[in-house]
Each structure stands twice: as structure tokens, then as C-alpha cells.
């Protein structure tokens, strides 16, 4: 198995940014798709990006994209989230998860097996 931290969340002003870490320990960390998932009070977990094994597919779901950046650094085991713009509805916890699945990531989380216990992220208006 493989133990994900994430951490870098806190709280900042709407237009403000963070960047968020997810650090992986145990297994091979090329052979893990990674992907960021948050989840609001009251609301489903929301698929947020994905990155794939080699790192050279990302996808991001349509609130995020153009404002946040996922990336990997194979020399450290750890996926990045910069997140930019921050609006207040980007207020959740944030989790990062793993599988060893090939192809392209999934956007569900059921297909995940590897979770961190989450950083939370407050964007204040």
C-alpha cells in the first residue's frame, strides 16, 4: 500500500492562491495514477485533477480548469495542486488518492483505494 499527507491548505482571500502537496510513501510512485478530490459540508466528494502514471496526461474538472495545475516530481513522491483565482466555492477539504490502475485516470472515487485524510482549503469572499 502507499500512505498519501497531503498538506498546504489554510485560508486565503477570494482571487488568492495556495498550493496544496501530496506526499506518497511505500510502492513505486510512477506506478500510481494520483488524483485530487474535495468535499464541502453538506456535499457528494467532487472530482477535482488527475494525473496520470508517467505524468503526461492531466484532466481537471470544468470549475477548475484554467485556474488550477496539477503536477508531479517523481524525485520526491509528491503531486501538486497550484490553485489560483481561489473563489469561495473552492472552500472543501481536499483529498489526494491513488490506484494502480493503468490507462486514463477516472474522475470517480469509488475507483480509488489509497486516500489521504485531507487538507482544508477556506477561500473567505
Known amino acids: 500500500q502507499v500512505q498519501l499527507v497531503e498538506s498546504g491548505g489554510g485560508l486565503v482571500q477570494a482571487g488568492g492562491s495556495l498550493r496544496l502537496s501530496c506526499a506518497a510513501a511505500?510502492?513505486?510512485?510512477?506506478?500510481?495514477?494520483m488524483v485530487w478530490f474535495r468535499q464541502a459540508p453538506g456535499k457528494e466528494r467532487e472530482f477535482v485533477a488527475a494525473i496520470s502514471r508517467s505524468g503526461d496526461v492531466t484532466s481537471y474538472s470544468d470549475s477548475v480548469k484554467g485556474r488550477f495545475t496539477n503536477y508531479r516530481d517523481y524525485a520526491k513522491n509528491t503531486m501538486y495542486l497550484q490553485m489560483n483565482s481561489l473563489k469561495p466555492e473552492d472552500t472543501a477539504v481536499y483529498f489526494c488518492?491513488?490506484?494502480?490502475?493503468?490507462?486514463?485516470?477516472?474522475?470517480?472515487?469509488?475507483?480509488?483505494?489509497?486516500w489521504g485524510q485531507g487538507t482544508q482549503v477556506t477561500v473567505s469572499a
Open positions: 488518492a491513488a490506484n494502480r490502475r493503468v490507462g486514463a485516470p477516472s474522475s470517480e472515487a469509488s475507483d480509488y483505494e489509497y
Open positions: 511505500g510502492g513505486t510512485f510512477s506506478r500510481y495514477t
